[in-house]
């Protein structure tokens, strides 16, 4: 039974490899046939709309013939590049869905899981002093890998400086980038981790509030002794079915992979690979160094069984990598961390809250890509401010979800702090999805390992289950 399950994992890792392939061709394929001239409008008329946009800012009288006609064309432009991407986005509708669609399943999962197995898993510590070491344990792992992470890449960007070749005037500080930008008060933070209510967090998949729920819902059937016992087992009762109904789920990751590729190289092309790709080259060389950062940091503790942890992880990072969602891959992570003999009631209360407070690939972007772009405008920061930045990143990332473009929302708050123009953020949508994929595989390297290195504290990692 155990060497069946091992080989339809298998199968499945090559399916989704097959996947992420074939994807790849059928949307290069598409590019260049069935929305080439979709394509070619939406170059030729952002080309039109950005040489409007300077003409308008370099003329001074707004009532002039000449400046109302720049207007109209610029309009013009703006509309017939609007119903290019409305026709080419209609024509991909059917891959962008599958994807879609499985994405939803898995976020129909995660606020259950999350619930039902952090619940169980504080509940099994026993009391608020083993909640407490653990949790301390875990938290000062979280927040040396997150430094570690900013850090790393704050020292790589001012290294390769992928920025300064860019040379781009200051943008018009109206210019709207379609990225709402996210809260920096304490208050909003404080509002963001503490939930108005329990039923209103699991709708939204608000981790961070379902996490602080269950962590005082799991102390509280803890206290109230046998007759919590009845809890206890029910939930993990529901959390065995709901790991059950992931593995229906998980049949339909081929074809979620195949979707999101194809949609994003019929859309972006091949030549987006090119036009960035030394600032993807750097990024991508940032992340390699990280993750042997914290696989060295893992082996500290576990010694050579790292090596047996990235086999048992490939096929979650693989599905994080191709739908660059690193919350795609929780329940597969779960079930291979537990595999590879990590305790439940370990993995159910650090995994939850890795997806909080350890993304460590989001992290190192988020100064990656705050400092491109003020290199890309030739704003210099100093190390005291750059240092502030990373401070600043480091609150305000807790609790950002594990989904495509999370991150943006954080990059576009420290820029607006900072006084770095928020228009920068259009360097990046065009290979924002490439990159996703990069740091979300990261995230669950980081997390997993993590797990790995309490459960080891804790004298809680057994041998390997198959």
Same mark, same amino acid.
């Given at each position: ?10 199968? !499945? ?29 939406? &170059? ?13 800012? $370099?003329? #001074? ?22 119903? $290019? ?19 939803? /399943?898995?976020?129909? %999962?995660? &606020?259950?899981?999350? *619930? ?23 938290? !000062?792992?979280?927040? #040396? ?19 300064? =070749? ?27 981790? *503490? ?21 005082? *819902? ?9 007759? #919590? ?17 992931? $593995? ?15 949609? %994003? ?12 790709? %030394? ?20 082996? /500290? ?44 009631? %370990? ?45 600043? /990143?480091? /609150? ?21 702090? *900072? ?21 979300? =595989? ?25």
């Amino acid at each position: 039974m155990a060497e069946m399950t091992a080989k339809k994992g298998n199968r !499945l890792t090559l399916y989704i490899i097959i996947a992420l392939f074939a994807g790849i061709g059928l949307g290069f394929w598409l590019n260049s046939s069935y929305v080439k001239d979709e394509n070619r409008i939406i &170059a030729a008329n952002e080309v039109i709309v950005s040489k409007r946009q300077a003409e308008m800012k $370099a003329m #001074g009288d707004t009532t002039s013939s000449a400046y109302i006609t720049i207007a109209a064309q610029k309009k013009e432009a703006s509309v017939a590049r609007s119903a $290019a991407l409305g026709s080419r986005d209609k024509k991909l509708e059917p891959f962008s869905l599958l994807a879609d669609i499985f994405i939803r /399943l898995i976020k129909m %999962i995660v &606020a259950p899981l999350v *619930f039902s197995t952090l619940v169980v898993g504080v509940a099994k510590l026993g009391d608020i002093q083993s909640v407490g070491r653990i949790g301390g344990k875990t938290l !000062l792992w979280f927040f #040396g890998a997150s430094f570690i992470s900013l850090l790393l890449g704050l020292m790589l960007v001012n290294f390769f400086q992928p920025g300064i =070749a860019m040379k781009l005037p200051l943008p018009d500080v109206t210019a709207d980038t379609g990225i709402k930008k996210t809260a920096l008060t304490m208050k909003d933070f404080l509002y963001h981790v *503490f939930p108005s209510s329990a039923i209103d967090a699991m709708a939204k998949n608000e981790i961070l509030q379902i996490v602080v729920f269950s962590l005082f *819902f799991g102390v509280a059937t803890a206290a109230i002794g046998e007759k #919590g016992q009845i809890v206890i087992k029910a939930l993990d009762a529901i959390s065995h079915v709901i790991l059950k109904v992931t $593995a229906y789920v998980m049949n339909f990751a081929p074809l979620a992979v195949f979707g999101a590729m194809t949609a %994003i190289i019929a859309k972006q092309g091949l030549g987006i690979l090119t036009t960035y790709s %030394i600032f993807i080259g750097e990024f991508y060389f940032g992340l390699v160094l990280l993750w042997l950062v914290l696989l060295l940091a893992g082996s /500290l503790f576990i010694r050579g069984r790292i090596f047996t942890l990235v086999q048992r992880i490939k096929e979650p990072i693989m599905l994080a990598f191709s739908t660059s969602s690193s919350e795609a891959a929780f329940p597969k992570t779960m079930l291979e961390l537990e595999r590879f003999g990590c305790k439940d009631k %370990i993995v159910s209360f650090v995994l939850p809250l890795g997806y909080s407070f350890n993304l460590d690939g989001s992290m190192m972007y988020m100064t990656f890509a705050s400092l491109f772009i003020a290199q890309s405008y030739g704003i210099h920061l100093d190390f005291g401010t750059q240092m502030s930045m990373l401070m600043v /990143l480091m /609150l305000t990332s807790k609790g950002v979800a594990g989904v495509p473009r999370a991150s943006l929302v954080v990059i576009a708050g420290t820029l607006a702090t *900072f006084n770095i123009p928020e228009a920068g953020l259009a360097l990046l949508l065009g290979i924002d999805p490439l990159l996703d994929m990069g740091r979300s =595989a990261t995230n669950v390297v980081g997390n997993s390992v993590a797990t790995v290195v309490v459960s080891k504290m804790e004298n809680s990692l057994e041998h390997s289950h198959t």
